[in-house]
């Protein structure tokens, strides 16, 4: 009785041990073209190297705040204009090599040389040198203040990398964090393993693969299989009762950086009158494109900035919905049988779901669309570079993008000094009070100005197996860190 | 013989040199530049520049369509700009999906149409015959991602007798690269195999009527047995070409049973090279499947020329 209660015992010790899992398997709706983040702005290649692989100074928490990484600590000058990083010491490259002060300068040069073809170099204009006083001390010089810098270095493009891996990191990735790049089946998958000499917490996962599966209902699929584990941005919401309903998932709803917009042409015709731009706000019903496009995730906005930020304010009385405020307003412009413009959409669901709904909308106030649906390369030759659109629908993914309102030679041209010079003088201030304050005239100003009509803020919505826990609820940047990430028993 | 399969190489060749400037000419007028699509709506004009340069995309279009040409002439099919690798590696990692998956689906639809196709003309008019007719017509009729998605229903996601898709390449083992070709091979083959047999079994009934075939009858074989050998040689004509189209068809549409089955072969590579302006790539694959096609069309030709040596002659 004895033996046998004790190999009971030890079968169901040894059982446990296996079931324990430490290995986890993601699906992802598209595959990184190459993973080097400083040179392309695929949000897949972020998704699988950030935080995971490659680390930089600072880092985005899960809730979007700036966390230190390789710097341990910084102090910053009362000028504001120098900021002198310490660096962990004991860190090392996934091949071996030490990480030094030398490794920040080359990383941060490179990315603002003359040539680079980092897709943010933008983040790295304040900077006027990088010094390097010690291996473990690194000093940043700025031509202006930039009190947006720290937040700047936490993005993928301002990762650290080795000079000498420079010239293969875009297939056999080297960096300092918890994960090491094993193999990379393309077109396929992706895997990566715990690194065993990561200088901090180490990862609880010891194995992880990232699977590429564009099809929603492959998607769909491969979870209901057991063949991924979990699909942290699930690519049809439509599914998501179905999951809900199933103990064996959990659905993961948080929330994006992603604006999502009716982008209109400041510049074109009708739309440069903002009574019009007005009009096509109120004539626009949010929710009914959030039931009808997102199936009821997303959250209205009233302005372009996302509601998850301490600075955000809820303007979305602006521009709530009114059509017969909206035909008023037309019938104000000029326009009493309303006029007809052009659509252009891009190929993500939000866009030409949304779109055949905002169609209609408009039609109920006497706006006529010519919708066109365009692959990503088209829309940005023909939207975003060549102008050519009245509306379009987009999903503005970068986190504080509420900058390129100070852009005149923006896709929507929207020229406006005012907000130029308050985004200018937001640079020059550290101060997070300052900052909000500032932050928050912006956001009412252009929403006042109408200068593009604000649908909703896009969802993160995520199946995952209902043991994994530690997955990023929100994104406040896209990335998929594993850092945290472990099986419950 | 010989001189037969010179001639159709000579028309061959031409016809490859006319299909790489129709694919570039095609290829450079889709609007969509592969810089700007790369590196997303934050890039600065000056970096879009830069890496235009990098790419060699600043270059005018008669000087990249010889630098492509002359590079396919030495079987350098050029480096991706989106994956900066050799197109030449990634094309070769996904032929090593589809050209054994068309394989895998020709012979299943070849297996399953040859004896279904003999058995329906053996008994014309018969049950068996009226069953297979329709059963056929069926096959053609169900669309095979339609099917593909039955597979996936009942073998991965209730029976888990197989995972829903992907692949683990070979180097993970013949066996285990076999079976995730399977349930694509399937889906495929089906619609294949319900064609290939009505192909095969009009045409053994179109012999039946013949003078060698009452010939053989009257030595007294039966008609099962006039039929299998000496119908079957004269039938495979119509049924080579048939199989001829089918292959290039599998190797380069089988696109969406790739997605299906979110396998990584050549279909959804270039499905993938086109949203992203990957030019190059897009060109170069589209080559290699202008070149299967003619090679394939050439093969079916002297396999005719075997069959039937009438056709040498002429």
Not at chain 1, 170 to 188: C, L
């Given at each position: 009785m004895k033996t046998t209660s004790l190999t009971a015992a030890l079968v169901l010790a040894?059982?446990?041990?296996?079931?324990?899992?430490?290995?986890?398997?993601?699906?992802?709706?598209?595959?990184?073209?190459?993973?080097?983040?400083?040179?392309?702005?695929?949000?897949a290649i972020d998704e699988v190297v950030y935080a995971n692989i490659y680390e930089g100074l600072t880092r985005f928490g899960p809730d979007g705040s700036v966390l230190p990484a390789l710097a341990e600590s910084w102090e910053i000058s009362d000028d504001g204009l120098s900021y002198t990083f310490t660096l962990r010491?004991?860190?090392t490259f996934h091949d071996g090599a030490a990480f030094t002060a030398d490794d920040v300068a080359f990383s941060l040069d490179r990315a603002r040389a003359e040539d680079s073809t980092n897709a943010q170099k933008a983040l790295f204009a304040a900077i006027d040198d990088v010094n390097v006083i010690d291996d473990t001390t690194v000093e940043i010089t700025l031509l202006d203040p930039d009190g947006a810098l720290l937040f700047n270095l936490a993005w993928?493009?301002?990762?650290?990398?080795?000079?000498?891996?420079?010239?293969?990191?875009?297939?056999?990735?080297?960096?300092?964090?918890?994960?090491?790049?094993?193999?990379?089946?393309?077109?396929?998958?992706?895997?990566?393993?715990?690194?065993?000499?990561?200088?901090?917490e180490p990862a609880k996962l010891t194995q992880a693969t990232f699977k590429f599966i564009s099809d929603p209902t492959a998607a769909f699929a491969a979870l209901m299989a057991g063949d991924i584990d979990a699909f942290p941005v699930f690519p049809a919401p439509e599914n998501l009762p179905q999951f809900e309903a199933d103990p064996r998932f959990s659905v993961i709803v948080g929330s994006t950086e992603g604006e999502t917009i009716l982008a209109m042409n400041n510049q074109n015709g009708p739309l440069a009158d903002v009574k019009v731009r007005e009009a096509i706000a109120h004539a626009i019903d949010r929710q009914a494109i959030i039931d009808g496009a997102m199936f009821g995730y997303g959250t209205p906005i009233g302005t372009h900035f996302a509601p998850h930020h301490p600075a955000y304010i809820d303007l979305t009385d602006l521009s709530e919905y009114d059509p017969e405020k909206s035909k008023a307003l037309l019938a104000e412009a000029g326009y009493p049988d309303g006029f007809s413009t052009t659509l252009k959409l891009p190929p993500p669901s939000y866009a030409r779901r949304g779109g055949e709904i905002v169609a209609s909308q408009l039609r109920a106030v006497g706006i006529e669309t010519e919708i066109t649906n365009l692959e990503w390369a088209q829309w940005l030759e023909e939207v975003f570079r060549g102008k050519d659109f009245g509306l379009t629908i987009v999903s503005h993914t970068?986190?504080?993008?509420?900058?390129?309102y100070a852009r005149p030679d923006y896709y929507f041209q929207y020229d406006d000094p005012a907000v130029q010079a308050l985004v200018a003088g937001l640079a020059a201030v550290t101060d997070p009070e300052d900052r909000s304050a500032i932050l928050k005239t912006v956001q009412e100003t252009i929403a006042r100005?109408?200068?593009?009509?604000?649908?909703?803020?896009?969802?993160?919505?995520?199946?995952?197996?209902?043991?994994?826990?530690?997955?990023?609820?929100?994104?406040?940047?896209?990335?998929?860190?594993?850092?945290?990430?472990?099986?419950?028993? | 013989m010989l001189r037969f399969a010179l001639k159709r190489l000579v028309s061959l060749a031409a016809a490859l040199v006319a299909a790489s400037l129709v694919v570039f000419v095609a290829i450079e007028v889709i609007p969509g530049d592969p810089a700007s699509y790369m590196l997303g709506i934050n890039a600065q004009p000056e970096t879009v520049a830069a890496l235009r340069a990098q790419l060699g995309l600043d270059a005018g279009p008669v000087e990249r369509y010889f630098t492509w040409v002359s590079g396919l002439l030495q079987g350098d099919l050029g480096t991706s700009y989106t994956y900066r690798t050799p197109v030449a590696n990634i094309v070769a990692d996904r032929l090593w999906v589809s050209l054994p998956l068309a394989i895998y689906a020709l012979t299943l639809s070849t297996l399953i149409a040859f004896p279904v196709g003999i058995i329906a003309a053996a008994r014309r008019g018969g049950t068996a015959d009226?069953?297979?007719?329709?059963?056929?017509?069926?096959?053609?009729?169900?669309?095979?991602?339609?099917?593909?998605?039955?597979?996936?229903?009942?073998?991965?996601?209730?029976?888990?007798?197989?995972?829903?898709?992907g692949f683990p390449g070979w180097d993970q083992g013949f066996l285990s690269g076999m079976k995730a070709l399977t349930l694509p091979a399937i889906s495929l083959a089906l619609p294949q195999a319900s064609i290939l047999s009505r192909v095969m079994r009009s045409a053994l009934i179109d012999m039946l009527d013949q003078d060698f075939m009452r010939t053989a009858r009257a030595k007294g074989l039966t008609r099962g047995q006039a039929l299998r050998r000496h119908a079957l040689r004269n039938a495979l004509i119509p049924v080579l070409t048939i199989l001829g189209l089918q292959f290039s068809f599998l190797l380069a549409g089988a696109i969406i049973?790739?997605?299906?089955?979110?396998?990584?072969?050549?279909?959804?590579?270039?499905?993938?090279?086109?949203?992203?302006?990957?030019?190059?790539?897009?060109?170069?694959?589209?080559?290699?499947?202008?070149?299967?096609?003619?090679?394939?069309?050439?093969?079916?030709?002297?396999a005719y020329a075997a069959v039937d040596p009438r056709l040498r002659a002429s």
């Open positions: 040894a059982s446990s041990t296996l079931a324990q899992q430490t290995g986890i398997t993601l699906g992802m709706q598209l595959e990184p073209p190459h993973l080097d983040p400083t040179g392309a702005a695929a949000a010491s004991g860190v993928g493009d301002a990762i650290i990398i080795d000079d000498s891996d420079v010239e293969t990191i875009q297939q056999n990735p080297i960096g300092t964090g918890p994960f090491k790049f094993d193999n990379w089946y393309q077109g396929d998958r992706i895997e990566i393993s715990a690194y065993p000499d990561y200088w901090g970068e986190p504080m993008d509420i900058g390129i100005n109408y200068v593009n009509a604000y649908l909703f803020q896009l969802a993160k919505t995520g199946v995952a197996d209902a043991r994994i826990k530690g997955l990023w609820e929100n994104s406040p940047t896209q990335a998929n860190d594993l850092t945290a990430v472990y099986w419950e028993e | 009226l069953g297979i007719m329709g059963a056929t017509q069926l096959g053609i009729a169900i669309p095979n991602f339609w099917f593909a998605m039955i597979l996936v229903t009942v073998f991965a996601i209730n029976l888990r007798w197989f995972s829903s898709g049973i790739e997605n299906v089955f979110y396998l990584p072969g050549l279909g959804r590579l270039i499905f993938q090279a086109i949203a992203q302006r990957d030019l190059i790539v897009v060109e170069s694959v589209v080559m290699i499947l202008v070149f299967a096609v003619i090679f394939v069309t050439f093969l079916v030709d002297l």
